[in-house]
């Protein structure tokens, strides 16, 4: 009797040594980050956000006045072909500035997915491909594509004239004395559309130039909004103060064993961090990662087409339209213009509040972030990139990942 409840108690003595310490020591070790590696959770906190680098192409980024202008702009569904369609029609407020949609919808069906607009003006490129280098110039895109707005630049000219004289000069000075019956309403030098290129081609020189000037302050305009447009803190960032503060009750409160592990793997062996830093979660840069085609998209070959889009841009830094003296447009000066390295690549995007934005990919390849994980754990099988090699992840790896996704969303 004695001898059996004395082997019981070895028993349960060796069972929590052998099991259940390890197990409970292992979930507090979790929580400890050495220096190096918590310099690597400092440098994604949210505090370590710069302030807005300036934007020395558009003399009104900061400008109050035309933040109020450009967000009015930004939600006018008059500024498009059939009076429906605003910037906020994709970049849909309480959905993170974008859609839910694998492609946007507008006039017609884009061949990309809505980007997020959360924190972009961190960014030194626009669009997946990066073919715009200021966020004002940007603005300019979608209102003539012919599957989003729809419109023309003479239309968005009149509609300042009609609807935002006062605060068009108010912030930019004296509208242009413009003869605006002289104007035609659908002109634009868009060569896919050869009646509204001739038109455009028809106007005078100067009346092109004057139109040209107000429409680039009409996007100079919503670009101060969309600067306005920050991340907040999640639940990551919590974290990360408790570990700065080596709070390790906080810690455990603020994440699980399993979303600690996850974010283990994304500094650590999963790699993630080769290209998803800083407080944004991306290094802004263009890589391959190899993102299935959808079949009923043609070929897009990202940054490699955009090199020389961006080098001829009507309104970019170096263009008489931009603020900017030349020197000041570094970037776009020290372009690297090797088009093979970019085929198929895109901008890594950012990943805060990557939870709440599903489909993910530039054409919404994937419909869950576990789409998204798997797809990673197979392109690195396939060599596609030295970044992208991260050994192998278990099933379980995958779900602490996808875990320690979820704790990037902002209030
Ligand atoms: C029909 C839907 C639609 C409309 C309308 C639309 N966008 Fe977008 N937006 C997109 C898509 C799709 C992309 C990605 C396009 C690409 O990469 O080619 C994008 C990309 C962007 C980006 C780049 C973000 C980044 O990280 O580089 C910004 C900024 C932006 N849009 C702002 C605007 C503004 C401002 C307007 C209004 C003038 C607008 N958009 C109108 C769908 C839309
Ligand atoms: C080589 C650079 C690189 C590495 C390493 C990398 N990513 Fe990415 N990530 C990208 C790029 C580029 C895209 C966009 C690709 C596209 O749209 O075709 C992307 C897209 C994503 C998306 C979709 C986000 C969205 O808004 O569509 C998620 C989620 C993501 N990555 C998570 C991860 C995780 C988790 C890891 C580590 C396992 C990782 N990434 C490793 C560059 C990288």
Same mark, same amino acid.
């Given at each position: 009797?004695?001898?059996?409840?004395?082997?019981?108690?070895?028993?349960?003595?060796c069972?929590?040594?052998?099991?259940?310490?390890?197990?409970?020591?292992?979930?507090?070790?979790?929580?400890?980050?050495?220096?190096?590696?918590?310099?690597?959770?400092?440098?994604?906190?949210?505090?370590?956000?710069?302030?807005?680098?300036?934007?020395?192409? /558009?003399?009104?980024?900061? %400008?109050?006045?035309? #933040?109020? $202008? +450009?967000k009015?702009?930004?939600?006018?569904? &008059?500024?498009?072909?059939?009076?429906?369609?605003?910037?906020?029609?994709?970049?849909?407020?309480?959905?993170?500035?974008?859609?839910?949609l694998?492609?946007?919808?507008?006039?017609?069906?884009?061949?990309?997915?809505t980007?997020?607009?959360?924190?972009?003006?961190?960014?030194t490129?626009?669009?997946?491909?990066?073919?715009?280098?200021?966020?004002?110039?940007?603005?300019?895109?979608?209102?003539?594509?012919?599957?989003?707005?729809?419109?023309?630049?003479?239309q968005?000219?009149?509609?300042?004239?009609?609807?935002?004289?006062?605060?068009?000069?108010?912030?930019?000075?004296?509208f242009?004395?413009?003869?605006?019956?002289?104007?035609?309403?659908r002109?634009?030098?868009?060569?896919?559309?050869?009646?509204?290129?001739?038109?455009?081609?028809?106007?005078?020189?100067? /009346?092109?130039?004057?139109? %040209?000037?107000?429409? #680039?302050? $009409? +996007?100079?305009?919503?670009?101060?909004?969309? &600067?306005?447009?920050?991340?907040?803190?999640?639940?990551?960032?919590?974290?990360?103060?408790?570990?700065?503060?080596?709070?390790?009750?906080?810690?455990?409160?603020?994440?699980?064993?399993?979303?600690?592990?996850?974010?283990?793997?994304?500094i650590?062996?999963?790699?993630?961090?080769?290209?998803?830093?800083?407080?944004?979660?991306?290094?802004?840069?263009?890589?391959?990662?190899g993102?299935?085609?959808?079949?009923?998209?043609?070929?897009?070959?990202?940054?490699?087409?955009?090199?020389?889009?961006?080098?001829?841009?009507?309104?970019?830094?170096?263009?008489?339209?931009?603020?900017?003296?030349?020197?000041?447009?570094?970037?776009?000066?020290?372009?690297?213009?090797?088009?093979?390295?970019?085929?198929?690549?895109?901008?890594?995007?950012?990943?805060?509040?990557?939870?709440?934005?599903?489909?993910y990919?530039?054409?919404?390849?994937?419909?869950?972030?576990?789409?998204?994980?798997?797809?990673?754990?197979?392109?690195?099988?396939?060599?596609?990139?030295?970044?992208?090699?991260?050994?192998?992840?278990?099933?379980?790896?995958?779900?602490?990942?996808?875990?320690?996704?979820?704790?990037l969303t902002?209030?």
């Amino acid at each position: 009797m004695i001898l059996r409840s004395m082997m019981k108690k070895t028993v349960l003595i060796c069972l929590y040594t052998l099991c259940l310490y390890p197990a409970l020591a292992h979930s507090q070790d979790i929580h400890i980050w050495n220096n190096q590696e918590l310099s690597v959770l400092r440098s994604l906190w949210i505090e370590s956000l710069p302030p807005l680098p300036a934007d020395p192409s /558009n003399k009104y980024a900061d %400008n109050t006045d035309a #933040a109020i $202008l +450009g967000k009015k702009l930004f939600f006018d569904t &008059r500024i498009s072909k059939n009076k429906k369609v605003s910037c906020a029609s994709c970049h849909v407020v309480n959905k993170n500035f974008a859609d839910n949609l694998p492609l946007a919808k507008g006039i017609g069906t884009t061949t990309r997915r809505t980007m997020p607009l959360i924190g972009v003006a961190y960014n030194t490129w626009f669009f997946w491909d990066g073919s715009k280098d200021n966020l004002w110039s940007q603005a300019l895109g979608p209102i003539e594509s012919s599957v989003e707005h729809g419109f023309t630049r003479t239309q968005a000219v009149m509609i300042i004239a009609q609807h935002y004289k006062n605060e068009y000069e108010k912030i930019f000075g004296q509208f242009p004395d413009l003869a605006v019956k002289e104007i035609p309403k659908r002109a634009k030098p868009e060569p896919h559309e050869p009646i509204a290129l001739k038109k455009w081609m028809f106007m005078s020189r100067e /009346n092109r130039i004057i139109v %040209n000037h107000i429409y #680039a302050r $009409l +996007g100079k305009a919503i670009a101060a909004y969309v &600067r306005t447009l920050l991340p907040t803190a999640s639940r990551f960032d919590q974290y990360v103060e408790a570990a700065i503060k080596k709070d390790k009750e906080a810690m455990q409160n603020i994440l699980t064993a399993k979303e600690a592990n996850g974010l283990r793997l994304f500094i650590g062996r999963a790699k993630c961090i080769n290209c998803h830093t800083g407080p944004l979660f991306t290094n802004g840069d263009f890589h391959h990662v190899g993102a299935p085609r959808p079949s009923n998209l043609p070929i897009d070959r990202g940054r490699a087409d955009a090199i020389s889009k961006v080098l001829a841009d009507e309104f970019n830094c170096l263009s008489v339209y931009s603020d900017a003296k030349p020197d000041q447009c570094y970037q776009l000066r020290f372009i690297d213009t090797n088009t093979r390295k970019y085929i198929g690549a895109f901008k890594t995007p950012s990943l805060r509040n990557v939870a709440e934005r599903a489909p993910y990919m530039h054409a919404g390849q994937f419909s869950t972030l576990r789409d998204v994980l798997e797809f990673y754990r197979l392109s690195s099988q396939k060599r596609r990139s030295p970044d992208l090699e991260h050994g192998s992840l278990s099933d379980k790896e995958l779900d602490q990942l996808n875990a320690f996704l979820q704790t990037l969303t902002g209030k």
